[in-house]
């Protein structure tokens, strides 16, 4: 996969994507990085990329022909490329849009800053993607959090392959708790069935562990998922544990 990243602090973006599983992702050829730094594009010696809005208020907006030209030279010699616009007014960005673009061969990610990009750049096919409800100081952020949802689904991206199938919203519920030794630390003691042995157990203990926590944490997951008669039966039992010791 090639992903082209234009923004006015791209090294930003690239320092994050040349260490762990991104970093390796790179080496092994699976994805394919470029940066473009929109100031480069500028067309006056100050290197001007920003300009005043018209009709007033305050901030700063990221002129049209820098961006243009910039987006220009990062399609250039690519065949279908699927343009995304980083801004808080996008589709926000879950785990079914990260398999989205994953389809893409070609993706350009473009990182704003100011109030927002001059909006006669967008193009007719040109999209919007937000990371969430916060504000964020610019697109740079989002575009690593982008890259690094995308990279690490991409097949041998990760060491062990099961990885990313395993993952928590891969299922569609939050992960169950980890355990590392000593067995004991501070006090406090692995859960015994970690320690037995027995995977059947120890699978159903996690299962319910992630059913729980979703339960409690993020039933909005729950409410979106239907659950299999086993999970429904392991849902029911942490629920009446949960209430007996207390809760509720
Ligand atoms: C009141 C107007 N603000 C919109 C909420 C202006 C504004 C704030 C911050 C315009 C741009 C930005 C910079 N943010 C991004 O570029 C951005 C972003 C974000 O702030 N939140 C979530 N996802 C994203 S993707 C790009």
């Known amino acids: 996969m090639d992903i ?17 599983v991104l970093g390796r992702a790179q080496e092994r050829g699976i994805v394919r990085l470029r940066y473009w730094d929109v100031r ?12 005043r809005p018209y009709g007033g208020g305050p901030g700063m907006v990221l002129m049209a022909e820098p961006l243009a030209r910039a987006l220009t030279a990062a399609k250039e010699g690519r065949g279908a490329v699927r343009t995304i616009y980083l801004s808080p007014s996008g589709r926000r960005l879950d785990e079914a849009g990260v398999r989205e673009l994953m389809g893409a061969g070609s993706l ?20 919007e993607w937000s990371i969430g409800d916060y ?11 982008v890259i690094d949802a995308l990279v690490r689904q991409l097949p041998g ?9 395993e993952d928590s919203f891969a299922h569609g519920l939050l992960d169950h708790p980890h355990y590392t030794r000593p067995e004991e630390w501070r006090g406090r003691e692995v859960p015994p069935v970690l320690l037995s042995g ?4 120890i699978r159903r203990w996690r299962l319910k562990a992630a059913l729980g926590r979703t339960w409690l944490r993020r039933p909005d997951l729950l409410a979106g998922r239907s659950l299999t008669s086993e999970e429904q039966g392991l849902l029911e039992e942490f629920q009446q544990e949960y209430r007996g010791q207390g809760h509720e």
């Not at 350009?108 to 999209?127: H, M, S, T």
């Not at 991206?157 to 199938?165: I, K």
């Not at 027995?198 to 157990?201: E, K, Q, T």
């Open 4 to 20: 082209d990243v234009v923004a006015l602090f791209p090294d930003a973006v690239r320092a994050f994507c040349e260490v762990g």
């Open 40 to 51: 480069a594009f500028a067309d006056d010696a100050r290197q001007t990329v920003d300009d």
């Open 108 to 127: 350009v990610l473009v990182a704003g800053r100011y109030e927002g990009i001059d909006e006669r750049v967008l193009e007719a096919g040109d999209e």
């Open 135 to 145: 504000v964020l100081s610019g697109g740079e952020v989002a575009a690593g959090v």
């Open 157 to 165: 991206a990760l060491g062990h392959e099961d990885s990313a199938r």
């Open 198 to 201: 027995d995977h059947g157990r």
